[in-house]
């Protein structure tokens, strides 16, 4: 069985946590939160690049679900988010916009999206009603099915790498019917959601992903009034609260055990990170590639293919003066494959300054830029372009997709290794839900580990 390599290093100083989770993206924060209520130790590992990274760069595009019954709601709720922070998210009927080169659409409550595709010429009454009445119905059993199904499993080391086909539906799931007698028109329009809501690489999300994606716009989008809080802050403060932990890491490491435990050895230190178990939380194979610059051992369960697709993200800062007129907080750019995603945060409640971020698969920076731009004709000598960093190993923009169609609704497995306990969290797995599958891996996945733990 591919195992970590033991520690050679005598000296080291051993500290011990429960729980490390090597990475800070978000489902590795679901994780660590929900394994820290749950009385464990947690130690979260992060790249320092990554740690330094302005946070609304690392921020979902669109927050579905936050409010109400919805997923996002009642793990925040779970963890005990304080009602005053939960009470700074902003639910509003519109989602976003979608802009193309013919229009500009508000896609929110189902009478406003029906009204503005028939405005647009996009569809008839008649027709465009129906569908989105139906998107609502689809996407709330599409809910209620994530509320339910397991989503994980630990099969063990010899499992991994076999080909996991996803087990049929119980129910009538999936894109409605009045999909498929829709317009021509609207496919390009719903295709662009499609594509900025799901966190895949390359791949088309399933019926039943894209329903969710489609259907969870209509019931609008949170946001939160300003920059000054984000969902992961919540998260990050969840933790600290209750005693969980964060450190960086600047520089090479090792992935060792020692004493039958996982653990994480930082080059040029004395220390030693031992945990019961370790989460990984990154692209294995970005791991693989630092392991090997910092020319320490690479694990036969980490060395995989790197992703070979990147999204691009730009950071702006204007003045609240030159955002135009009827532009919503976030916009949905689609000209012919590319789409870009652009979402404008206020500095502070009462602050003129307004940050933007705006993000693409397939896109350089500049072409990212010039898309703004396009947007904002009266922004120019007065939009401000901010350097990103960007991670090595712990890098939330590296997209995969799953393998052998082993997504949604199927369950995918979190477990590398038994002895020492070694988990992954595949985020590709879930990733044509978007948000709310980072949010549903790192719940289920912690419950499975909490459960290994005892």
Known sequence: M???????????????WDVLVLGGALPGLVTAARLCLAGHRVLVIEEEAAARTFEPLREPFLLTGAVGPGLLAGVLRDLGVPLIELRRLEQSPLAFQVVTPEARIDVGSPTRTAEE???????????????????????????DAMLTAPVVRAGGFRRLGRSAAAPPSRHARGMPAEAASAPLELVPFFDAQVRA?????????GPEARARLLGAALEGGATFPSTETTLRGLLRARI???????????????????????????ARSTDLWLGRALVINV????LARAL???????????????????RARVHLRTRRSVIPEGMARRIIRADGKRVITISAYPASPNSDVVEVVASAVGASGDEIERAVLELMPFCEGRLVRHPTPEPRWDDDDALED?????????????????????????RAGLAGLGVEGDVLL????????????G
């Not at 790192?442 to 733990?453: H, P, T, Y």
């Open 292 to 310: 090997r610059e910092a020319e320490a051992p690479v694990p036969e369960l980490v060395d995989v293919a790197e992703p070979g697709v990147r």
């Open 117 to 143: 595709l028939v405005a647009w010429g996009l569809a008839k009454p008649d027709t465009a009603q129906p569908l989105l009445r139906a998107l609502v119905r689809a996407a709330a059993a599409e809910h």
């Open 442 to 453: 790192g719940w289920r996945s912690a419950e499975r580990i909490a459960a290994d733990l």
């Open 2 to 16: 591919p195992d970590l390599p033991a520690s050679g290093r005598s000296h080291l100083r051993a500290r011990r």
């Open 240 to 266: 600290r609260a209750l005693h969980g932990e964060f450190k960086s890491l600047p520089g090479g490491f090792e992935l060792v055990s020692a004493d039958a435990e996982p653990g994480v050895a930082p």
């Open 283 to 286: 692209p294995r194979g970005l």
């Open 402 to 426: 799953p393998s052998h169609n082993a997504a949604w609704p199927g369950e995918v497995e979190i477990r590398l290794a038994s002895r020492p306990r070694v988990y992954q969290l595949p």
């Open 197 to 205: 809501l799901s966190n895949l690489a390359e791949a088309d999300p």
